[in-house]
């Protein structure tokens, strides 16, 4: 079991990593104690900022050696609560923002190392610079870090053409839990030799390795990008776009994302300069984007003649094909204020489903009427990548509505949601991971077999329980 820090403790991590490294007044450790959502506050005596491999080596084998749990944290913009200590004071927390070195990038091979406190857009720029794109795009990418998309295997929004981050994944350098370093850096497409072990730290949110740096795949820059905003009836109508547009530019799509009007409506309320370019009678909208890399200025063209088609037919109610960057920034800058919005609109229940596209029209239905049933002060807000399947299908309060009876819904609504989306083939966690929210409904519903085997690669990989308690594996 791991134990407080005591004075000797404290002062060997101290050492590790050098005066500037580290944090221990209430006030310098306020922002690493609380996560994004303000769900959790935790306390911590010490916040470590290794700067090298080496110095986050020492702190995890004077961690191990003394029983200190760790808490690994990126640009703490995630959703779960993985990256926040837990309220015992006794868990240090290793941040990893001065590990934000572009270490390479090589063009030739459609490759680059980045450190893992390096933002995700700092990556972006830096593969961009060398004329290469890294596809990885949320919402959050100025803070995110590279080490928490890993942790937490990130989607977004371009996950249609270019996968989640474990697809964009080729290499990674990890400090295990007791000090010693996986080189696992490699560049290559083709690596059989043995188990896979880097996917296994992908996605397990800071349990089972720190994550220090990773060699990620890169893509040619697109040089032609189409922008639409494209007003629908319906999620059906919403999936046969879906299918009619990849028929037509097989794998330039790169993102299509589904909005309801109420979103719209929200941010367009609650955002500074953001507005809804067509009619306030759609119903539902859709973000589509296509991307060539063949310089030949088609796609806006093609987008326009393809969306053109689908009008004819009556799949299509209105659209803007954007002609500018401003513009095409202007249809981005609407869906990505999304969570924004409803924030400031007032308390929400969140739920990052998945389930196989042609589903996602049932999950809408189906969901919409569980809402009405068991939180009919909440008004439903689902949306998201609908091109891949997922939806955040999200409740937002009611105006007027009482906070506290509306959070209180929160148990039997999410309890149906997560049923629904199972039912349908689908995941409760499509995007967002486990962290500490939903650990231990993770427990509860995961496959024994699968839960086992999880448990038993814990205990290989961190035999004495010091990486992230409490998060994932309840
Ligand atoms: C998004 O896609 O906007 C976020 O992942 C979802 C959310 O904030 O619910
Ligand atoms: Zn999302």
């Not at 506050?41 to 084998?61: F, H, K």
Request: aromatic share 4%; glycine share 10%.
């Amino acid at each position: 079991m791991p134990r407080p820090p005591d004075p000797a403790a404290i002062a060997e991590l101290k050492a590790a990593v050098g005066a500037g490294g580290w944090l221990e007044s209430p006030a310098d450790i306020a922002p690493y104690v609380e996560d994004f959502r303000k769900l959790y506050r935790g306390a911590t005596p010490l916040v470590l900022l290794p700067r090298s491999l080496a110095e986050a080596a020492t702190i995890l084998a004077v961690c191990n050696r003394r029983a200190i749990a760790v808490v690994p944290q990126g640009g703490n913009t995630g959703y779960c609560g993985a990256a926040t200590p837990d309220e015992s004071g006794t868990q240090v927390v290793v941040a990893m923002q001065r590990m934000k070195r572009v270490r390479e990038v090589d063009p030739e091979n459609y490759s680059m190392i980045v450190e893992a406190g390096c933002t995700l857009r700092a990556a972006q720029d830096a593969a961009q610079a060398a004329g290469r794109l890294f596809p990885l795009s949320l919402g959050s990418e100025g803070t995110a870090q590279i080490g928490g998309n890993l942790a937490t295997n990130a989607g977004g929004t371009a996950v249609l053409r270019y996968g989640m981050m474990r697809d964009l994944t080729l290499g990674l350098e990890v400090v295990l839990a007791d000090g010693r370093v996986l080189p696992a850096l490699q560049k290559l497409r083709k690596d059989n030799t043995g188990y896979d072990l880097k996917s296994l730290f992908i996605g397990s949110e800071g349990t089972l390795g720190l994550i220090t740096a990773a060699a990620l795949k890169l893509f040619p820059l697109p040089t032609d990008t189409a922008t639409a905003l494209v007003g629908v009836e319906s999620p059906r109508q919403a999936l046969a776009l879906l299918l009619r547009l990849r028929d037509a530019f097989a794998d330039q799509i790169t993102s299509f994302e589904l909005m309801p009007r109420l979103a719209v409506e929200l941010t367009v309320r609650h955002i500074d300069g953001v507005a809804n370019p067509l009619s306030e009678d759609d119903p539902w909208f859709v973000l589509v984007e296509i991307a060539a890399a063949d310089g030949a200025g088609r796609a806006s063209a093609q987008l326009t003649d393809a969306l053109a088609a689908a009008a004819a037919e009556g799949g299509v109610r209105s659209a803007l094909i954007a002609s500018s960057l401003a513009q095409s920034d202007a249809i981005w800058k609407l869906r990505e204020s999304v969570p924004a919005a409803q924030r400031l609109h007032g308390a929400s229940l969140k739920h990052d489903l998945s389930v196989p596209i042609s589903a996602v029209p049932r999950l809408i239905e189906l969901g919409t009427a569980l809402v009405e049933r068991i939180a009919p002060d909440g008004q439903t807000i689902a949306y998201g990548h609908v091109g891949d399947g997922n939806l955040h299908f999200n409740v937002s309060q009611r105006a007027g509505a009482d906070r506290d009876a509306f959070l209180a819904r929160q148990p039997a609504l999410e309890e149906a949601m997560f049923d629904l989306a199972l039912r349908l083939g689908g995941s409760f966690s499509a995007e967002h991971g486990i962290g500490k929210l939903k650990a231990a409904e993770f427990a509860r519903r995961a496959d024994p077999v699968e839960l086992g085997l999880m448990h038993d690669l814990k205990r290989v990989f961190d035999p004495k329980g010091i990486l992230n308690p409490g998060k994932v594996l309840a």
